[in-house]
Protein backbone atom coordinates (compact mmCIF):
# COMPACT_ATOMS: atom_id res chain seq x y z
CA UNK A 1 0.00 0.00 0.00
CA UNK A 2 1.47 3.50 -1.08
CA UNK A 3 1.92 6.08 1.89
CA UNK A 4 -0.61 9.50 1.51
CA UNK A 5 1.48 12.34 1.86
CA UNK A 6 -0.78 14.36 3.67
CA UNK A 7 0.95 17.33 2.95
CA UNK A 8 0.27 17.40 -0.48
CA UNK A 9 -3.32 16.12 0.03
CA UNK A 10 -5.72 18.90 -1.52
CA UNK A 11 -9.33 19.00 -0.59
CA UNK A 12 -12.14 19.05 -3.38
CA UNK A 13 -13.26 22.63 -4.54
CA UNK A 14 -16.58 22.89 -3.09
CA UNK A 15 -19.12 25.65 -4.24
CA UNK A 16 -22.97 26.06 -3.65
CA UNK A 17 -23.67 23.98 -7.52
CA UNK A 18 -22.18 20.93 -6.31
CA UNK A 19 -24.33 18.82 -3.87
CA UNK A 20 -23.12 18.74 -0.17
CA UNK A 21 -20.88 15.78 1.07
CA UNK A 22 -21.99 16.12 4.35
CA UNK A 23 -25.66 17.37 6.12
CA UNK A 24 -25.60 20.86 7.34
CA UNK A 25 -26.90 20.78 10.87
CA UNK A 26 -28.27 24.79 11.35
CA UNK A 27 -28.24 26.30 14.31
CA UNK A 28 -31.91 26.45 16.18
CA UNK A 29 -32.07 30.11 16.08
CA UNK A 30 -31.47 30.43 12.39
CA UNK A 31 -34.76 30.86 10.62
CA UNK A 32 -34.89 29.88 6.91
CA UNK A 33 -37.72 31.20 5.19
CA UNK A 34 -36.55 30.95 1.56
CA UNK A 35 -36.99 28.26 -1.04
CA UNK A 36 -33.63 26.41 -1.21
CA UNK A 37 -33.53 28.07 -5.08
CA UNK A 38 -33.08 31.23 -3.05
CA UNK A 39 -31.03 30.78 -0.74
CA UNK A 40 -28.78 29.23 -4.05
CA UNK A 41 -29.08 32.32 -5.62
CA UNK A 42 -28.20 34.49 -2.86
CA UNK A 43 -24.84 32.76 -2.93
CA UNK A 44 -23.68 34.31 -5.12
CA UNK A 45 -25.47 37.63 -4.94
CA UNK A 46 -23.84 38.26 -1.36
CA UNK A 47 -21.82 36.71 1.54
CA UNK A 48 -22.89 33.56 3.88
CA UNK A 49 -24.31 34.28 7.39
CA UNK A 50 -21.42 33.88 10.16
CA UNK A 51 -23.20 31.03 11.75
CA UNK A 52 -22.97 29.19 8.28
CA UNK A 53 -19.62 29.80 7.75
CA UNK A 54 -18.52 28.44 10.98
CA UNK A 55 -20.22 25.21 10.51
CA UNK A 56 -19.20 24.26 7.47
CA UNK A 57 -15.44 25.29 8.71
CA UNK A 58 -15.71 23.22 11.82
CA UNK A 59 -17.48 20.50 9.29
CA UNK A 60 -14.49 20.45 7.16
CA UNK A 61 -11.97 20.32 9.85
CA UNK A 62 -13.91 17.28 11.68
CA UNK A 63 -13.94 15.30 7.80
CA UNK A 64 -10.33 16.08 8.03
CA UNK A 65 -9.56 15.01 11.63
CA UNK A 66 -11.66 11.73 10.67
CA UNK A 67 -9.21 11.20 7.58
CA UNK A 68 -6.04 11.39 9.41
CA UNK A 69 -7.28 8.96 11.75
CA UNK A 70 -8.25 6.60 8.83
CA UNK A 71 -4.67 6.87 7.64
CA UNK A 72 -2.76 6.47 10.86
CA UNK A 73 -5.14 3.24 11.46
CA UNK A 74 -4.38 1.73 8.11
CA UNK A 75 -0.81 2.49 8.28
CA UNK A 76 -0.31 0.80 11.64
CA UNK A 77 -2.66 -2.23 10.82
CA UNK A 78 -0.22 -5.39 10.74
CA UNK A 79 -2.77 -7.42 8.07
CA UNK A 80 -2.61 -3.97 5.76
CA UNK A 81 0.27 -3.10 5.90
CA UNK A 82 3.10 -3.88 3.48
CA UNK A 83 5.50 -5.80 3.89
CA UNK A 84 9.02 -5.81 3.11
CA UNK A 85 10.38 -7.94 0.12
CA UNK A 86 13.86 -7.76 0.17
CA UNK A 87 15.55 -9.87 3.52
CA UNK A 88 14.24 -10.82 6.68
CA UNK A 89 16.10 -12.04 9.54
CA UNK A 90 15.45 -16.61 10.11
CA UNK A 91 14.49 -17.17 13.15
CA UNK A 92 17.30 -19.07 15.30
CA UNK A 93 17.08 -21.02 18.38
CA UNK A 94 19.47 -19.29 21.29
CA UNK A 95 23.18 -19.89 20.28
CA UNK A 96 25.38 -21.55 22.40
CA UNK A 97 28.97 -20.04 21.33
CA UNK A 98 29.98 -16.22 21.18
CA UNK A 99 30.65 -16.85 17.59
CA UNK A 100 27.13 -17.89 17.02
CA UNK A 101 25.71 -14.91 18.83
CA UNK A 102 27.49 -12.49 17.53
CA UNK A 103 26.68 -14.09 13.73
CA UNK A 104 22.75 -14.06 14.04
CA UNK A 105 22.27 -11.47 11.42
CA UNK A 106 23.85 -13.30 9.04
CA UNK A 107 21.71 -16.15 8.81
CA UNK A 108 19.03 -13.92 6.75
CA UNK A 109 16.62 -15.41 3.90
CA UNK A 110 15.20 -14.03 0.80
CA UNK A 111 11.55 -14.55 1.13
CA UNK A 112 11.30 -14.45 -2.72
CA UNK A 113 14.31 -16.85 -3.61
CA UNK A 114 14.05 -19.96 -3.29
CA UNK A 115 17.38 -21.68 -4.77
CA UNK A 116 16.34 -23.88 -8.40
CA UNK A 117 19.23 -25.15 -10.06
CA UNK A 118 17.63 -25.41 -12.73
CA UNK A 119 17.14 -21.91 -12.62
CA UNK A 120 20.34 -20.54 -11.42
CA UNK A 121 24.31 -21.16 -13.16
CA UNK A 122 25.88 -22.03 -9.33
CA UNK A 123 29.40 -22.41 -11.69
CA UNK A 124 29.17 -19.14 -13.13
CA UNK A 125 29.93 -15.99 -11.01
CA UNK A 126 32.51 -14.31 -9.06
CA UNK A 127 33.83 -13.77 -5.52
CA UNK A 128 32.89 -11.02 -3.81
CA UNK A 129 34.14 -9.32 -0.63
CA UNK A 130 31.92 -8.73 2.12
CA UNK A 131 33.87 -7.37 5.53
CA UNK A 132 30.22 -7.72 7.01
CA UNK A 133 30.33 -11.75 6.68
CA UNK A 134 31.13 -12.92 10.17
CA UNK A 135 31.30 -16.98 10.18
CA UNK A 136 28.95 -19.10 11.86
CA UNK A 137 31.48 -20.75 13.88
CA UNK A 138 35.58 -20.50 14.23
CA UNK A 139 38.89 -23.02 15.09
CA UNK A 140 37.49 -22.35 19.29
CA UNK A 141 33.55 -22.40 18.73
CA UNK A 142 33.26 -25.76 17.11
CA UNK A 143 34.49 -28.54 19.38
CA UNK A 144 34.57 -31.20 16.62
CA UNK A 145 37.17 -28.93 13.92
CA UNK A 146 40.24 -31.56 12.89
CA UNK A 147 43.51 -29.69 14.00
CA UNK A 148 44.67 -30.41 9.87
CA UNK A 149 41.47 -27.60 8.81
CA UNK A 150 41.93 -25.29 12.02
CA UNK A 151 44.18 -22.64 10.14
CA UNK A 152 44.18 -19.69 12.80
CA UNK A 153 45.03 -21.97 15.77
CA UNK A 154 48.00 -23.29 13.86
CA UNK A 155 49.19 -19.87 13.68
CA UNK A 156 47.48 -18.44 10.42
CA UNK A 157 47.02 -14.57 10.73
CA UNK A 158 45.14 -13.37 8.03
CA UNK A 159 41.43 -13.60 8.07
CA UNK A 160 40.55 -11.94 4.39
CA UNK A 161 39.70 -15.35 3.45
CA UNK A 162 36.80 -15.55 6.13
CA UNK A 163 34.60 -12.56 4.20
CA UNK A 164 34.57 -13.64 0.49
CA UNK A 165 31.34 -14.37 -1.11
CA UNK A 166 30.50 -16.87 -3.70
CA UNK A 167 27.76 -14.78 -6.38
CA UNK A 168 26.45 -16.27 -9.17
CA UNK A 169 25.98 -14.05 -12.42
CA UNK A 170 22.56 -15.26 -13.00
CA UNK A 171 20.91 -15.03 -9.81
CA UNK A 172 20.91 -15.01 -5.49
CA UNK A 173 23.40 -17.28 -4.16
CA UNK A 174 21.51 -19.04 -1.31
CA UNK A 175 22.05 -18.31 2.38
CA UNK A 176 22.84 -21.26 5.06
CA UNK A 177 20.33 -21.27 7.79
CA UNK A 178 21.24 -23.73 10.28
CA UNK A 179 17.82 -24.77 11.91
CA UNK A 180 16.17 -24.80 8.70
CA UNK A 181 18.83 -26.98 7.55
CA UNK A 182 18.48 -29.02 10.54
CA UNK A 183 14.87 -29.20 9.93
CA UNK A 184 15.57 -31.11 6.80
CA UNK A 185 17.41 -33.89 8.56
CA UNK A 186 14.39 -34.68 11.32
CA UNK A 187 14.47 -38.32 11.66
CA UNK A 188 16.93 -38.85 8.78
CA UNK A 189 20.56 -40.00 8.82
CA UNK A 190 23.07 -38.11 6.09
CA UNK A 191 25.92 -39.55 5.18
CA UNK A 192 28.88 -38.11 3.24
CA UNK A 193 31.15 -41.24 2.00
CA UNK A 194 34.94 -40.46 0.65
CA UNK A 195 38.04 -39.21 1.33
CA UNK A 196 39.99 -35.95 3.26
CA UNK A 197 38.33 -33.38 0.91
CA UNK A 198 34.67 -34.74 1.97
CA UNK A 199 35.83 -35.24 5.73
CA UNK A 200 36.62 -31.71 4.95
CA UNK A 201 33.14 -30.67 3.89
CA UNK A 202 31.47 -32.75 6.55
CA UNK A 203 33.58 -31.15 9.33
CA UNK A 204 31.83 -27.98 7.96
CA UNK A 205 28.41 -28.70 7.95
CA UNK A 206 28.70 -30.50 11.38
CA UNK A 207 30.14 -26.55 12.47
CA UNK A 208 27.43 -24.76 11.05
CA UNK A 209 24.41 -26.29 12.46
CA UNK A 210 25.79 -27.68 15.46
CA UNK A 211 25.93 -24.54 17.56
CA UNK A 212 21.81 -24.22 17.22
CA UNK A 213 21.73 -27.13 19.74
CA UNK A 214 21.46 -27.37 23.34
CA UNK A 215 24.62 -29.05 25.49
CA UNK A 216 23.47 -32.51 25.86
CA UNK A 217 21.23 -32.66 22.95
CA UNK A 218 24.14 -33.29 20.81
CA UNK A 219 26.78 -35.96 21.01
CA UNK A 220 30.20 -37.10 18.46
CA UNK A 221 31.83 -40.60 18.07
CA UNK A 222 34.80 -40.60 16.41
CA UNK A 223 36.38 -43.33 14.66
CA UNK A 224 38.76 -44.08 12.01
CA UNK A 225 36.46 -45.14 9.33
CA UNK A 226 32.99 -44.17 10.60
CA UNK A 227 32.28 -40.90 12.65
CA UNK A 228 28.66 -39.97 13.64
CA UNK A 229 27.47 -36.30 14.75
CA UNK A 230 23.98 -36.99 16.47
CA UNK A 231 21.47 -33.96 16.87
CA UNK A 232 19.16 -35.69 19.33
CA UNK A 233 16.72 -33.34 19.39
CA UNK A 234 16.01 -33.82 15.89
CA UNK A 235 16.74 -37.64 15.61
CA UNK A 236 18.92 -36.63 13.05
CA UNK A 237 22.41 -38.44 12.61
CA UNK A 238 25.20 -36.63 9.92
CA UNK A 239 27.62 -39.12 9.52
CA UNK A 240 31.12 -39.56 7.78
CA UNK A 241 32.35 -42.93 6.29
CA UNK A 242 36.14 -43.05 4.76
CA UNK A 243 35.99 -44.54 1.24
CA UNK A 244 38.98 -42.50 -0.67
CA UNK A 245 38.14 -44.96 -3.73
CA UNK A 246 34.59 -45.57 -3.00
CA UNK A 247 35.44 -49.27 -4.03
CA UNK A 248 37.98 -51.08 -2.47
CA UNK A 249 41.87 -50.96 -2.61
CA UNK A 250 44.63 -52.48 -0.26
CA UNK A 251 45.23 -48.67 1.35
CA UNK A 252 41.78 -47.89 2.67
CA UNK A 253 43.14 -47.93 6.24
CA UNK A 254 46.64 -48.66 6.53
CA UNK A 255 47.85 -45.89 4.12
CA UNK A 256 50.59 -47.36 1.59
CA UNK A 257 52.89 -46.02 -0.75
CA UNK A 258 50.87 -44.62 -3.99
CA UNK A 259 53.11 -47.25 -5.87
CA UNK A 260 51.88 -50.37 -3.70
CA UNK A 261 48.15 -49.63 -3.73
CA UNK A 262 46.03 -51.85 -5.59
CA UNK A 263 42.38 -51.21 -6.41
CA UNK A 264 39.82 -53.36 -6.66
CA UNK A 265 37.61 -51.83 -9.22
CA UNK A 266 34.93 -54.72 -9.28
CA UNK A 267 33.27 -54.44 -5.40
CA UNK A 268 32.29 -51.44 -2.97
CA UNK A 269 30.74 -54.34 -0.82
CA UNK A 270 33.57 -53.78 2.17
CA UNK A 271 31.98 -50.32 2.38
CA UNK A 272 28.60 -49.94 1.22
CA UNK A 273 26.76 -52.21 3.94
CA UNK A 274 27.46 -48.98 5.69
CA UNK A 275 25.82 -47.04 3.25
CA UNK A 276 22.88 -48.75 3.50
CA UNK A 277 19.60 -46.94 5.60
CA UNK A 278 21.15 -44.00 4.72
CA UNK A 279 18.21 -40.98 4.03
CA UNK A 280 20.49 -38.86 2.34
CA UNK A 281 24.08 -40.18 0.83
CA UNK A 282 26.49 -37.61 -0.16
CA UNK A 283 29.83 -39.04 -1.84
CA UNK A 284 33.22 -37.82 -3.48
CA UNK A 285 36.15 -39.21 -5.30
CA UNK A 286 39.11 -38.00 -6.96
CA UNK A 287 42.09 -37.08 -5.54
CA UNK A 288 43.64 -39.81 -4.39
CA UNK A 289 42.81 -41.35 -7.74
CA UNK A 290 45.58 -38.77 -9.15
CA UNK A 291 48.71 -40.41 -8.07
CA UNK A 292 50.25 -41.08 -11.34
CA UNK A 293 49.07 -41.53 -15.12
CA UNK A 294 48.12 -45.35 -14.01
CA UNK A 295 46.85 -47.42 -12.01
CA UNK A 296 47.43 -50.90 -10.76
CA UNK A 297 43.86 -52.16 -10.42
CA UNK A 298 42.40 -56.11 -10.14
CA UNK A 299 39.20 -57.93 -10.52
CA UNK A 300 38.15 -60.61 -7.73
CA UNK A 301 40.02 -61.44 -4.64
CA UNK A 302 43.44 -59.30 -3.23
CA UNK A 303 44.64 -62.82 -2.20
CA UNK A 304 46.24 -62.61 -5.78
CA UNK A 305 48.60 -60.00 -4.91
CA UNK A 306 50.92 -58.81 -7.28
CA UNK A 307 50.26 -61.63 -9.00
CA UNK A 308 46.42 -60.69 -9.86
CA UNK A 309 46.61 -57.17 -10.64
CA UNK A 310 47.11 -55.11 -13.83
CA UNK A 311 47.97 -51.14 -14.73
CA UNK A 312 45.21 -49.39 -16.58
CA UNK A 313 44.90 -45.87 -17.53
CA UNK A 314 43.87 -43.52 -14.44
CA UNK A 315 40.68 -42.60 -16.18
CA UNK A 316 39.84 -45.87 -17.51
CA UNK A 317 40.39 -47.22 -14.20
CA UNK A 318 38.25 -44.28 -12.81
CA UNK A 319 35.47 -44.97 -15.03
CA UNK A 320 35.00 -48.80 -13.64
CA UNK A 321 35.53 -47.79 -10.19
CA UNK A 322 32.21 -45.34 -10.33
CA UNK A 323 30.33 -47.88 -12.34
CA UNK A 324 30.96 -50.45 -9.75
CA UNK A 325 29.56 -47.76 -7.61
CA UNK A 326 26.41 -46.68 -9.43
CA UNK A 327 25.62 -50.15 -10.56
CA UNK A 328 25.50 -50.81 -6.41
CA UNK A 329 23.23 -47.59 -6.00
CA UNK A 330 21.01 -48.49 -8.96
CA UNK A 331 20.67 -52.00 -7.90
CA UNK A 332 20.09 -51.04 -4.09
CA UNK A 333 18.82 -47.48 -3.50
CA UNK A 334 14.84 -46.62 -3.54
CA UNK A 335 14.83 -43.10 -5.29
CA UNK A 336 11.82 -42.82 -3.16
CA UNK A 337 13.42 -43.45 0.03
CA UNK A 338 17.04 -41.98 -0.46
CA UNK A 339 18.19 -39.29 -2.20
CA UNK A 340 21.75 -39.21 -3.97
CA UNK A 341 24.54 -36.77 -4.31
CA UNK A 342 27.74 -36.17 -5.74
CA UNK A 343 30.62 -33.95 -4.96
CA UNK A 344 32.60 -32.55 -7.99
CA UNK A 345 36.06 -32.27 -7.76
CA UNK A 346 37.88 -30.03 -5.12
CA UNK A 347 40.75 -28.19 -6.76
CA UNK A 348 44.25 -28.97 -6.00
CA UNK A 349 46.80 -25.66 -6.26
CA UNK A 350 49.98 -26.71 -6.66
CA UNK A 351 51.54 -25.37 -8.98
CA UNK A 352 51.24 -21.38 -8.79
CA UNK A 353 52.18 -20.52 -12.71
CA UNK A 354 48.53 -21.50 -13.28
CA UNK A 355 47.61 -18.29 -12.05
CA UNK A 356 50.20 -16.13 -13.20
CA UNK A 357 52.58 -16.21 -9.88
CA UNK A 358 56.07 -17.73 -11.86
CA UNK A 359 58.01 -17.05 -8.45
CA UNK A 360 55.24 -18.62 -6.28
CA UNK A 361 55.43 -21.09 -3.62
CA UNK A 362 52.80 -23.22 -4.34
CA UNK A 363 49.75 -22.09 -2.83
CA UNK A 364 51.52 -20.34 0.21
CA UNK A 365 50.59 -16.83 0.87
CA UNK A 366 48.24 -16.40 -1.04
CA UNK A 367 45.74 -13.86 0.46
CA UNK A 368 43.27 -13.32 -2.45
CA UNK A 369 41.17 -15.00 -4.51
CA UNK A 370 42.21 -15.50 -8.54
CA UNK A 371 40.20 -12.63 -10.33
CA UNK A 372 40.19 -14.31 -14.11
CA UNK A 373 38.80 -17.70 -14.98
CA UNK A 374 41.40 -20.39 -14.87
CA UNK A 375 41.92 -24.06 -15.08
CA UNK A 376 44.73 -24.78 -13.51
CA UNK A 377 46.50 -28.47 -14.09
CA UNK A 378 45.43 -29.61 -10.49
CA UNK A 379 41.79 -30.07 -12.42
CA UNK A 380 41.41 -32.94 -15.01
CA UNK A 381 38.72 -32.71 -17.49
CA UNK A 382 38.61 -36.24 -18.40
CA UNK A 383 37.83 -37.55 -14.93
CA UNK A 384 35.19 -34.79 -14.61
CA UNK A 385 33.44 -36.05 -18.01
CA UNK A 386 33.74 -39.45 -16.46
CA UNK A 387 31.64 -38.60 -13.57
CA UNK A 388 29.16 -36.41 -15.69
CA UNK A 389 28.88 -40.17 -18.20
CA UNK A 390 28.62 -42.17 -15.32
CA UNK A 391 25.88 -40.25 -13.32
CA UNK A 392 23.86 -39.47 -16.90
CA UNK A 393 23.31 -43.14 -17.70
CA UNK A 394 22.35 -43.74 -14.25
CA UNK A 395 18.80 -45.08 -13.08
CA UNK A 396 18.72 -43.53 -9.67
CA UNK A 397 18.72 -39.93 -10.35
CA UNK A 398 21.83 -38.54 -8.93
CA UNK A 399 22.14 -34.52 -7.75
CA UNK A 400 25.54 -33.17 -8.90
CA UNK A 401 26.46 -30.92 -6.53
CA UNK A 402 29.59 -28.92 -8.74
CA UNK A 403 31.92 -26.96 -6.37
CA UNK A 404 34.71 -27.00 -9.13
CA UNK A 405 35.14 -23.50 -10.78
CA UNK A 406 34.06 -21.34 -8.18
CA UNK A 407 36.71 -22.96 -5.95
CA UNK A 408 39.15 -23.16 -8.58
CA UNK A 409 39.67 -19.37 -7.75
CA UNK A 410 40.28 -19.71 -4.04
CA UNK A 411 43.82 -20.40 -3.95
CA UNK A 412 44.34 -18.22 -0.97
CA UNK A 413 41.72 -20.73 1.44
CA UNK A 414 44.43 -23.68 1.77
CA UNK A 415 45.80 -24.90 4.88
CA UNK A 416 49.32 -24.48 3.63
CA UNK A 417 51.82 -24.38 6.29
CA UNK A 418 49.26 -24.17 9.49
CA UNK A 419 47.88 -27.39 9.27
CA UNK A 420 49.37 -31.27 10.76
CA UNK A 421 50.57 -34.00 8.88
CA UNK A 422 50.92 -37.35 10.49
CA UNK A 423 49.02 -36.65 13.63
CA UNK A 424 51.61 -33.56 14.32
CA UNK A 425 51.87 -29.65 13.70
CA UNK A 426 54.09 -28.94 11.07
CA UNK A 427 57.41 -28.00 12.73
CA UNK A 428 59.53 -24.63 11.77
CA UNK A 429 61.37 -25.99 9.47
CA UNK A 430 58.77 -27.80 7.68
CA UNK A 431 56.95 -24.23 7.80
CA UNK A 432 60.06 -22.48 6.12
CA UNK A 433 59.84 -25.04 3.39
CA UNK A 434 56.72 -24.38 1.63
CA UNK A 435 57.36 -25.66 -1.49
CA UNK A 436 57.40 -28.98 -0.04
CA UNK A 437 54.97 -28.77 2.47
CA UNK A 438 52.22 -26.32 1.67
CA UNK A 439 49.10 -28.51 2.04
CA UNK A 440 47.51 -27.13 -1.23
CA UNK A 441 44.57 -29.70 -1.40
CA UNK A 442 42.41 -29.00 1.86
CA UNK A 443 40.85 -26.11 2.77
CA UNK A 444 40.93 -24.36 6.24
CA UNK A 445 37.66 -23.95 7.83
CA UNK A 446 35.72 -21.83 8.42
CA UNK A 447 36.10 -21.47 4.10
CA UNK A 448 35.28 -22.74 1.15
CA UNK A 449 33.66 -25.78 2.36
CA UNK A 450 31.35 -23.47 4.06
CA UNK A 451 30.26 -22.36 0.60
CA UNK A 452 29.80 -26.17 -0.85
CA UNK A 453 27.08 -26.74 2.07
CA UNK A 454 25.36 -23.43 1.44
CA UNK A 455 24.68 -24.96 -2.00
CA UNK A 456 24.23 -28.92 -0.57
CA UNK A 457 22.11 -27.04 1.87
CA UNK A 458 19.61 -25.21 -0.80
CA UNK A 459 19.35 -28.72 -2.79
CA UNK A 460 18.35 -30.70 0.17
Not at 77 to 89: M, V
Not at 123 to 144: A, E, H, M, Q
Not at 150 to 171: I, T
Request: with cysteine; glycine share 4%.
Amino acid sequence: MRNLNLHHYTRPHLTMRQPFPFQLNFPPNLSITASPSTIMMKAYRGKLPLSVITVIVCAFAFLALLFTERLTFLSSNPILKSKPCARRAAVVKPSYHKTAEENLQNTEIDDRFEFDPEECDITRGKWVFNSSIKTLYNDSSCPYLDRQYACVKNGRLDFDYHHWEWQPHDCNSPRFDPERTLKKLRGKRLLFAGDSLQRNQWESFVCMVEWTIPPGKKSMKLGNVRSVFKAKEYNATIEFYWAPFLVESNSDIDVLDPKKRILKVDSVAKHSKHWEGADILAFNSYVWWMIGLRLKTLWGSFANGEEGYSELDTPVAYRIGLKTWANWIDSTINPNKTRVFFTTISPVHTRSQDWGKNNGLKCFNETKPVMKKMWGSGLDKTMMGVVADVVKKMKVAVTIVNITQLSEYRVDAHSSIYTETGGRLLTDEEKADPRRHADCIHWCLPGVPDTWNQIFSALL
